[in-house]
């Protein structure tokens, strides 16, 4: 057969098409890779565009500028003589009588303790520590910048309500109807609204209808069980008859009772239908239904009476005249969230507003969250306790892992003699690696407190559980390192005379130092992030004070997360989302860190 004709095996068409699989597969596999890095970082992004999401408000908060009459401190002497001369003086009552100035016209009790609550309750402390920093202030009218309370700077922030203006086309006539304001359109600027409330009817008659019809399913089974006892008390012997009777007569009560309950349903159900059918006359705006609020002549009024043209609004801030509003001069403004599920009411808002309408609250860099320790008071709350409780923890896990660890690592790489004695405690070196967290939790709260009687909640117990968990990391990581300076090193120290510890102190351990650093602070890194173990030894306590020292009573940030995330105010969503950035930058600085000292000083043999 001449060579021409000839078909290798590796050119034919079946070679063709297995080749084409192969590429074909190694395409997938090469994709598939793409897209799993692709997922995973998409995730990330999602996490942390989320995290950066909620944390932005944390770092701004809003303060309210108001006139406080300071009064005068006779002779006030040394420091600690104000101190307690300040001690004296009824700050809450300054702060509470410099908010009511701005409001003269809230009269009624409720009202005015709602007022009272304005500003953060801490706002009498807040003024006293200023008058003890600038004692020259005392005696006189000072200008002084309160902490809004979290729910007032929630709203500011667009986060306690939606609100939804509508633009008027006809002009506003204002009348007094006893503590109340008519307000007539000559335009159709209240049929929107008029048509709401109907609809609004419409949905609780249904809701209503809903609940009738359940309560007749449990009257007709309550109306089994009567027939059933009826039955049986009427072949019931002399003993049985008693039970059956009370029982007879409890579930006689129940089915009254559901009768009743029903035909109060139907009621008000029938009226709500009718109301909602009816097209002339007025209807109230309830609390379960979204306000609607009208801004006209400098002033704000709620709707709680409206028709098609005309409304009657409650005054919340008294307009400046009764004057007619032209077209667009007024508005109506829609809150979306109802009155009854806010925690700010309608009345808070519009004297918020007011405040904000005079140019007397300003949004500033929410200082205190990086300066204070914890508070109950979302607004009062702040990191430093808990970065401080930080750094001591640290330094106590630094101090007792690092030599410990670095000493059994060259212990057991260069001198340890090779037997089943090391080898198991190498083994179980290992196997400490992998212990979960918690565990070392149980045998701090078991040795060091139970046991030794150490303090509770304090760093440095806390920093000896995070050593015990962090030894295994750093044996593990300076091993490796001693392991990776070849043997040469030892071999030419040696060979020029010096002692095996002089060959391992100055030639080897000094090269292996920058792989012991890394491992050293991706493990104390990984103990930053611990919570479990702390928590076993009483980190979580609720503590206020800044601790001075490792003995003092501290928490940590990943805890001080745990403990906010749990608490139900609105506002420490915000500030559990600020200090999860602020530990993910401890985090990366560590790990960058690491990172850095292994390429500036790393050496490639």
Do not use: C
């Given at each position: 057969?001449?060579s021409?004709d000839?078909?290798?095996?590796?050119?034919?068409?079946?070679?063709?098409?297995r080749?084409?699989?192969?590429?074909?597969?190694?395409?997938?596999?090469?994709?598939?890779g793409?897209?799993?890095?692709?997922?995973?970082?998409?995730?990330?992004?999602?996490?942390?565009?989320?995290?950066?999401?909620?944390?932005?408000?944390?770092?701004?908060?809003?303060?309210?500028?108001?006139?406080?009459?300071?009064?005068?401190?006779?002779?006030?002497?040394?420091?600690e003589?104000?101190?307690?001369a300040?001690?004296?003086?009824?700050?809450?009552?300054?702060?509470k009588?410099?908010?009511?100035?701005e409001?003269?016209?809230?009269k009624?009790?409720?009202?005015?303790?709602?007022?009272?609550?304005?500003?953060?309750?801490?706002s009498?402390?807040?003024?006293?520590?200023?008058?003890?920093?600038?004692?020259?202030?005392?005696?006189?009218?000072a200008?002084?910048?309160?902490?809004?309370?979290?729910?007032?700077?929630l709203?500011?922030?667009?986060?306690?309500?939606?609100?939804?203006?509508?633009?008027?086309?006809?002009?506003?006539?204002?009348?007094?109807?006893?503590?109340?304001?008519?307000?007539?359109?000559?335009?159709?600027?209240?049929?929107?609204?008029?048509?709401?409330?109907k609809?609004?009817h419409?949905?609780k008659?249904?809701?209503?209808?809903?609940?009738?019809?359940?309560?007749g399913?449990?009257?007709?089974?309550?109306?089994?069980?009567?027939?059933?006892?009826?039955t049986?008390l009427?072949?019931a012997?002399?003993?049985?008859?008693?039970?059956?009777?009370?029982?007879?007569?409890?579930?006689?009560?129940?089915?009254e009772?559901?009768?009743?309950?029903?035909?109060?349903?139907?009621?008000?159900?029938?009226s709500?239908?009718e109301?909602?059918?009816?097209?002339?006359?007025?209807?109230?705006?309830?609390?379960?239904?979204?306000s609607?609020?009208?801004?006209?002549?400098g002033?704000?009024?709620?709707?709680v009476e409206?028709?098609?043209?005309?409304?009657?609004?409650?005054?919340?801030?008294?307009?400046?005249?009764?004057?007619?509003?032209?077209?667009?001069?007024?508005?109506?403004?829609?809150?979306?969230?109802?009155?009854?599920?806010?925690?700010?009411?309608?009345?808070?808002?519009a004297?918020?507003?007011?405040?904000?309408?005079?140019?007397?609250?300003?949004?500033?860099?929410?200082?205190?969250?990086?300066?204070?320790?914890?508070?109950?008071?979302?607004?009062?709350?702040?990191?430093?306790?808990?970065?401080?409780?930080?750094?001591?923890?640290?330094?106590?896990?630094?101090?007792?892992?690092?030599?410990?660890?670095?000493?059994?690592?060259?212990?057991?790489?260069?001198?340890?003699?090779?037997?089943?004695?090391t080898?198991?405690?190498?083994?179980?070196?290992?196997?400490?690696?992998?212990?979960?967290?918690?565990?070392?939790?149980?045998?701090?709260?078991?040795?060091?407190?139970?046991?030794?009687?150490?303090?509770?909640?304090?760093?440095?117990?806390g920093?000896m559980?995070?050593?015990?968990?962090t030894?295994?990391?750093?044996?593990?990581a300076?091993?490796a390192?001693?392991?990776?300076?070849?043997?040469?090193?030892?071999?030419?120290?040696?060979?020029?005379?010096?002692?095996?510890i002089?060959?391992?102190?100055?030639?080897?351990?000094?090269?292996?130092?920058?792989?012991?650093?890394?491992g050293?602070?991706?493990g104390?890194?990984?103990?930053?992030?611990?919570?479990?173990?702390?928590?076993m030894?009483?980190?979580?306590?609720?503590?206020?004070?800044?601790?001075?020292?490792?003995?003092?009573?501290?928490?940590?940030?990943?805890?001080?997360?745990?403990?906010?995330?749990?608490?139900?105010?609105?506002?420490?969503?915000?500030?559990?989302?600020?200090?999860?950035?602020?530990?993910?930058?401890?985090?990366?600085?560590?790990?960058?860190?690491?990172?850095?000292?292994?390429?500036?000083?790393?050496?490639?043999?």
């Open positions: 057969m001449p021409s000839r078909v290798s095996i590796h050119t034919d068409n079946a070679a063709r098409s080749l084409a699989k192969r590429y074909a597969a190694e395409a997938r596999f090469k994709y598939t793409l897209a799993a890095v692709l997922v995973a970082v998409g995730f990330l992004l999602l996490l942390l565009s989320t995290v950066i999401g909620q944390a932005i408000n944390a770092f701004t908060y809003h303060y309210a500028t108001l006139a406080v009459e300071v009064p005068k401190i006779e002779n006030p002497g040394t420091r003589e104000l101190r307690k300040l001690l004296k003086v009824d700050f809450n009552g300054l702060v009588k410099a908010v009511r100035a409001f003269p016209f809230v009624g009790r409720r009202d005015k303790r709602a007022l009272n609550g304005l500003l953060s309750s801490g009498g402390s807040d003024l006293r520590k200023m008058v003890l920093d600038n004692p020259e202030i005392a005696g006189t009218t200008n002084v910048a309160f902490l809004l309370s979290d729910f007032g700077d709203y500011l922030k667009g986060e306690v309500t939606g609100e939804e203006v509508f633009e008027t086309r006809g002009a506003a006539s204002l009348a007094e109807s006893g503590k109340e304001i008519e307000i007539k359109s000559d335009a159709d600027d209240f049929a929107n609204l008029f048509a709401a409330v609809q609004n419409v949905e008659a249904e809701a209503l209808r809903d609940e009738f019809v359940r309560l399913g449990i009257e007709n089974a309550l109306v089994g069980q009567v027939s059933d006892r009826t049986e009427a072949q012997s002399e003993a049985d008859r008693n039970r059956l009777s009370e029982q007879l007569q409890e579930l006689n009560d129940s089915l009772a559901i009768r009743g309950k029903r035909t109060r349903l139907d009621g008000q159900a029938k709500l239908e109301l909602a059918l009816r097209d002339t006359g007025r209807d109230q705006l309830d609390t379960d239904q979204a609607y609020i009208i801004r006209v002549n002033g704000t009024l709620r709707v409206v028709d098609k043209s005309s409304a009657k609004a409650k005054v919340l801030i008294p307009p400046t005249s009764l004057d007619k509003a032209g077209p667009g001069a007024w508005s109506v403004v829609k809150r979306t969230i109802p009155e009854a599920d806010r925690k700010l009411n309608d009345n808070e808002i004297w918020v507003d007011h405040l904000n309408a005079k140019g007397m609250i300003e949004s500033r860099f929410n200082s205190v969250f990086f300066t204070a320790g914890a508070s109950r008071e979302p607004e009062q709350a702040g990191l430093w306790g808990a970065v401080v409780g930080t750094m001591f923890t640290m330094a106590v896990t630094l101090l007792l892992s690092f030599p410990v660890g670095v000493a059994a690592a060259i212990y057991l790489e260069e001198f340890a003699p090779k037997n089943r004695y080898d198991m405690i190498e083994v179980n070196i290992n196997n400490l690696a992998a212990v979960p967290s918690i565990v070392f939790g149980l045998l701090g709260l078991a040795v060091f407190l139970n046991f030794f009687g150490f303090p509770r909640s304090a760093p440095v117990v920093g559980v995070l050593a015990l968990m030894l295994p990391t750093i044996i593990i300076a091993r390192a001693l392991k990776a300076v070849p043997p040469s090193i030892r071999e030419a120290a040696l060979g020029v005379g010096a002692s095996r002089q060959a391992v102190f100055h030639h080897v351990l000094p090269l292996a130092l920058p792989g012991i650093m890394t050293t602070i991706i104390m890194a990984q103990a930053l992030g611990e919570t479990a173990p702390l928590l030894i009483g980190m979580v306590a609720f503590i206020v004070d800044i601790p001075t020292g490792p003995l003092d009573p501290a928490t940590v940030l990943p805890v001080q997360i745990f403990m906010w995330a749990d608490f139900p105010e609105p506002a420490f969503r915000q500030k559990t989302a600020a200090a999860i950035l602020i530990l993910l930058g401890f985090l990366v600085a560590m790990n960058l860190l690491a990172v850095l000292i292994r390429r500036r000083f790393e050496r490639r043999w």
